[in-house]
């Protein structure tokens, strides 16, 4: 039989593919659904949101029903050919997009291997196989993973678009499929699918539309008829996401629903009303809760989009307590899902033709949307006590999730299934709601049900009392100390192995202050503005770990209040980067915690210290960006083994602190660990620096500016033109570790009275000027700690300086050496200063300030091994050289994007020094590239033993 096609996306290119070949009933073309249509409109106007968009579903593979990959993909081609949705694409039909149903095809089956259960590798490829946008038009609507361990499938990774499912339908999918794989097929009649569902809907439903679209109309006039809020300058993105993942939340608000006789969902939309609408004065509130639209004979078993969102709206006068509150929003939200069926098309028309924009006209109230499915069966209610359930809130955990660029509302609230409960996930459009209410207001909405469950609670249903640090329980009140956020990996929210628990540093005692970004920072800022791929921000993350002997007994709390203590002496770790009267500015929080995850190490005796496991943590956890905005620019999770800790894993931003400052933080934290108190007061932190740099320093930065443009004039430039069309991708690393460079480095500079650090610029300058040129100009890194009470300063420091190395009369490498010293002491006097300065001094000359250094080589020593004594013994001549490996150098990965067309880091290897070049292939080809690093090499070793004239070329 010949298939209509098998569309592999290109991602899998070079992957390990089966394919289930799959044919069915149903072929051809329909509209678009309603919820289609709504979906599609907002692509079109804002771009894919398919990290949230796209379903990712797993099914687990029990090793006795483990089955081998062929009979799998059989599966999956039953499940595809019963349901016509899951072989159906959206494509452009005389100008109208059009879903079309195949007859047959086959679908492309990515095989992972795994480990153990495979669960950790079906979380993977759920990842890989849900961030990626869907063609809608050339792919089929999902995506599907088969996990195997020991040659069996162990788990099914299924990733839905959301065109033609949601999450009920992916439900029915699921369960479909389950049987397929243990009895072969399933006997009863698929639902009706996605066409079947639009062509009633462009049908018989007409008037079903109708009707809706008249309540709409009749609802919208029962609103308030005040002016717009003005809108603020919120962050970027505008909407962010906070979640509260919650036991307490989920057992009160079935003690709720029981007592009041309603929805589990209407007891926590009541809530959300309550913490949103107590404080605003409105007698009216627009409610917008999500529907299923599974009402319908017929249509329970649907797979299609069925959801749309309902209107509603609230009436608040008279004061109401808690429970007739619960009433009136049960009767409001039900009045709204009744009406949620309906042509968005025709909405929109009715709305546009009284004069009223639908994109705002609702913003101001409340979007709420619960994605819990039922679990079927009777629900227990749940026996507790009051104090038990209070002391549930203690154990609930609240993050920040990745934000949004577009929303339709101010406020938006989702409810999800937690295997510790239920999560609660508020969005606030941060132009018009304070950022730091997110956490008190869900925290307040958990306090309010569990007292709810108990008590009657009078209007205006404030909790008796919010848990710290949540004070005030209305979006619209002042800032609190808000926790910083648990970093995030993915949509899930989840960058923490499974089965962490998170303690609470917290910290007090500070000042509440804002304060323009230093200088360090600004540059610092522009960098993180470059580069907006998830490669390039994991150069500024600062990844450290710190070992705990056993002997010291540090325990899990002793631990947590050390970090407290760290975060409350050091202003800069506790500080966040938000708009402030036009200009971005630094914000200091006095009070607040910190969370920190604890992750046991399971099997002790495979990593006895838990160095390995720590290694692991703190690589995963400087892959993901901080967001500056909302997070604390510190991320800290503990290793414990045996109940002890045995490692602290700490990653910094780099906007808040540089190497020398993340020393500084070990060090205080050592011995927090150990002393439990620090006598000596902490060094200047960043709001204090940006103080000194609007007064005291400006002369500095105006004389370290003249420099540069004198240094700059007429230096020649390296890589100025392109050698050629460079290669896929453009930018690519190259690594070199090297014995040899580690050993010829130590004894160059004992030997001629340089740091190692000169003798490096140096050998880079000779190599990559060729000796052809009468100056080279190097770009370098400074630690600016020189000024008076700047070498214990907590904060980013370093900016670059500019070295120009004189060459006209041809030097010899020794003398090359002593040029190169004198060079960098210079471009390092003058290596503090306003970026903002900078650039406008480089634009009034008539270049563009953000690729005018591109063309010279930037070398960034990050090394943190001490210098070496003059007495210090090396290898012999023969030694060393034996030492160099040839073909050593490897392409360690590649860039979209980077500022430099040559970087050289110098980086720390065991035994040896890493030499990593970063490379713009279009001026430095990949052959040049690699000479270089290796031309470094041999230029080193031939100087450790003997003289090298200009022009510095060696043997090897």
């Keep these: 039989m010949r298939f209509a096609d098998a569309v592999v996306p290109a991602q899998w290119a070079s992957e390990t593919l089966v394919h289930a070949e799959f044919s069915g009933d149903g072929a051809g073309v329909a509209p678009l659904t309603w919820a289609q249509r709504v979906m599609w409109r907002s692509i079109a106007r804002n771009g894919s949101n398919h990290v949230f968009l796209n379903l990712r579903r797993t099914v687990p593979v029990s090793r006795r029903a483990g089955a081998a990959v062929p009979g799998v993909a059989r599966a999956v081609g039953a499940l595809v050919g019963r349901h016509g949705a899951l072989r159906t694409r959206v494509r452009e039909v005389d100008g109208e997009p059009r879903q079309e149903t195949a007859a047959a095809g086959a679908l492309p089956l990515l095989v992972c291997a795994g480990t153990h259960d495979g669960a950790e590798a079906a979380r993977e ?47 029915t999918v699921l369960r479909d499929l389950r049987l397929i794989m243990l009895r072969g097929d399933v006997s009863t009649p698929a639902g009706p699918q996605s066409a079947d569902v639009a062509r009633g809907q462009h ?65 926590l939309l009541a809530g959300v009303v309550a913490m949103a609408a107590g404080a605003d004065g409105q007698d009216r509130r627009g409610l917008f809760p999500m529907a299923h639209n599974r009402f319908r004979a017929g249509y329970a078993n649907a797979v299609a989009n069925l959801g749309q969102i309902g209107f509603g709206v609230l009436d608040l006068s008279g004061r109401p307590h808690f429970g007739e509150l619960l009433s009136r929003v049960w009767s409001a939200s039900l009045d709204g899902l009744r009406h949620a069926y309906y042509d968005p098309v025709a909405l929109r028309h009715a709305f546009v033709e009284r004069g009223v924009d639908p994109a705002s006209a609702f913003q101001p109230h409340y979007y709420f949307n619960d994605i819990r499915l039922p679990l079927g069966g009777v629900d227990r209610l749940p026996v507790v006590t009051r ?59 958990e306090e309010l049900l ?56 917290e910290f007090d005692g500070g000042r509440d202050a804002t304060a323009p970004l230093t200088w360090g920072q600004r540059a610092m800022w522009r960098t993180v503005a470059e580069f907006v791929a998830p490669a390039a921000y994991r150069v500024l993350t600062l990844p450290r770990t710190l070992a705990v002997s056993a002997r010291a007994g540090v325990d899990v709390p002793r631990a ?24 971005l500015c630094q914000v200091a929080s006095a009070a607040g915690r910190l969370p920190v995850p604890v992750h046991a190490v399971p099997r002790p005796a495979d990593d006895p210290d838990g160095a390995r496991t720590a290694a692991e943590l703190a690589a995963r956890l400087a892959g993901v960006p901080f967001d500056h905005a909302v997070a604390y620019p510190l991320r800290v999770a503990l290793v ?70 004198r240094q700059f004039a007429g230096l020649p430039m390296d890589l100025a033109d392109p050698t050629g069309a460079g290669s896929t991708p453009r930018y690519r690393r190259g690594s070199l570790v090297s014995p040899a460079v580690h050993h010829a480095v130590r004894l160059v500079a004992a030997r001629h009275g340089v740091s190692t650090s000169t003798v490096l610029l140096a050998a880079t300058a ?137 970087r050289v880091q110098v980086l720390d290897a065991p035994g040896a020094v890493e030499l990593v070049v970063t490379a713009d292939t279009r001026y430095l080809s990949v052959e040049r590239a690699e000479g270089l690093l290796s031309g470094i090499e041999a230029l080193l070793v031939e100087a450790a033993f003997h003289g090298v004239p200009w022009p510095w070329s060696t043997a090897g």
């Design 203 to 267: 049908g018989a439903d007409r008037d079903r539309s109708a009707r809706a679209v008249g309540h709409w109309l009749r609802e919208f006039d029962r609103l308030p008829t005040s002016p717009p809020a003005q809108p603020g300058p919120g962050l970027t993105p505008p909407w962010r996401r906070g979640v509260l993942v919650s036991s307490a939340v989920d057992t009160a608000t079935r003690l709720i629903a029981a007592r009041h006789r309603v929805s589990g969902s209407a007891v």
């Design 766 to 902: 000779a190599v990559l000027s060729g000796g052809g040129q009468d100056a080279c100009g190097m770009v370098v890194m400074a630690n600016n700690r020189f000024p008076p009470g700047y070498d214990q300063a907590v904060a980013t420091l370093n900016q670059i300086g500019l070295c120009r190395l004189d060459l006209v009369d041809r030097p010899d490498f020794a003398e090359l050496l002593s040029r190169a010293g004198r060079a960098a002491l210079d471009a390092y006097r003058h290596a503090y200063y306003d970026p903002a300065e900078f650039e406008r001094a480089f634009t009034e000359l008539g270049h563009d300030h953000r690729s005018v250094l591109a063309p010279l080589c930037y070398l960034n020593d990050t090394r943190l091994a001490p210098e070496v004594g003059p007495g210090a013994a090396g290898p012999d001549e023969a030694g060393l050289r034996a030492m160099v490996t040839p073909g050593a150098f490897r392409w360690v990965g590649e860039l979209d994007r980077f500022a430099w067309r040559c």
């Design 640 to 709: 414990t083994v045996d109940d002890r800790v045995r490692q602290v894993v700490l990653v910094f931003s780099h906007c808040a602190v540089d190497f020398h400052a993340a020393g500084i933080v070990l060090r205080d934290l050592r011995l927090l660990l150990l002393r439990g108190v620090l006598d000596s007061p902490p060094g200047l932190q960043s709001l204090d620096l940006a103080a000194r740099e609007r007064t005291v320093q400006r002369r500095r930065s105006q004389r370290a500016v003249a420099y540069w443009t």
């Design 125 to 171: 490829a759920a990842g890989r196989l849900g961030d990626v946008a869907f063609d809608h038009a050339a792919e089929w609507p999902l995506r599907v993973a088969l996990v195997t361990v020991d040659d069996r499938v162990r788990q099914v990774v299924v990733v839905f678009s959301h065109s033609t499912v949601d999450a009920y339908a992916a439900e």
């Design 450 to 505: 569990v007292e709810a469950a108990f008590h009657e609670v009078p209007w205006p249903w404030s909790p008796a009392a919010v848990p710290s640090p949540a004070a005030g329980s209305a979006l619209t009140a002042g800032p609190s100390p808000a926790a910083g956020p648990v970093p995030t990996g993915g949509p899930g929210g989840d960058a923490w192995p499974g089965g962490d628990r998170v303690a609470y540093a």
């Design 560 to 583: 947590v209040r050390a970090v407290g203590a760290l975060v409350a002496r050091h202003e800069s770790l506790r500080t966040r980067v938000r708009p402030h009267d036009g200009q």
């Design 387 to 445: 104090d038990a359930l209070r002391a549930a809130t203690g154990r609930s955990t609240f993050s920040w999730t990745t934000g949004l660029d577009q929303a339709s509302w101010q406020l938006l609230t989702h409810v999800v299934d937690e295997p510790s409960g239920v999560g609660v996930t508020l969005t606030v459009d941060t132009r018009h709601r304070t950022l730091d209410a997110v956490e008190p207001f869900l925290r307040g909405l």
